[in-house]
């Protein structure tokens, strides 16, 4: 099992950026491929980005891609995603999940395994 924990998240002006980190527990982080997350209020969670075991490939939303990068580093057990010209409406809670398939990405927060609390990401106007 692994438990995660997101930081990072906090007000930023549009235009802005911000780094998430998601800090993960257990020895078995760097076999997991990992996720991110969001949801605004009122809406259904949606896929963010995803990165495989070994940060080899990564995959992401159609709304973030060119803005954002996920990055891995297994030594460190830590999972980030950097966002930049930051719009409002990626207005959202952030979260962070893991998949044990590890080889494979996914969009579906079905296929993961384990989840982080969340952290809030406000762009203002």
């Known amino acids: 099992q692994v438990q995660l924990v997101e930081s990072g998240g906090g007000l930023v002006q549009a235009g802005g950026s911000l780094r998430l980190s998601c800090a993960a527990s257990?020895?078995?982080?760097?076999?997991?491929?990992m996720g991110w997350f969001r949801q605004a209020p009122g809406k259904e969670r949606e896929f963010v980005a995803a990165?495989?075991?070994?940060?080899?490939?990564?995959y992401y939303a159609d709304s973030v891609k060119g803005r954002s990068a996920i990055s891995r580093d297994n030594a460190k057990n830590t999972l980030y995603l950097q966002m930049n010209s930051l719009k409002p409406e990626d207005t959202a809670v952030y979260y962070c999940?893991?998949?044990?398939?590890?080889?494979?990405?996914?969009?579906?927060?079905?296929?993961?395994?384990?989840w982080g609390q969340g952290t809030q990401v406000t762009v203002s106007s």
């Open positions: 999940a893991a998949d044990r398939t590890g080889t494979t990405i996914s969009t579906a927060p079905s296929r993961y395994d384990y």
């Open positions: 257990g020895r078995t982080f760097s076999s997991y491929a």
């Open positions: 990165i495989n075991w070994r940060g080899s490939s990564t």
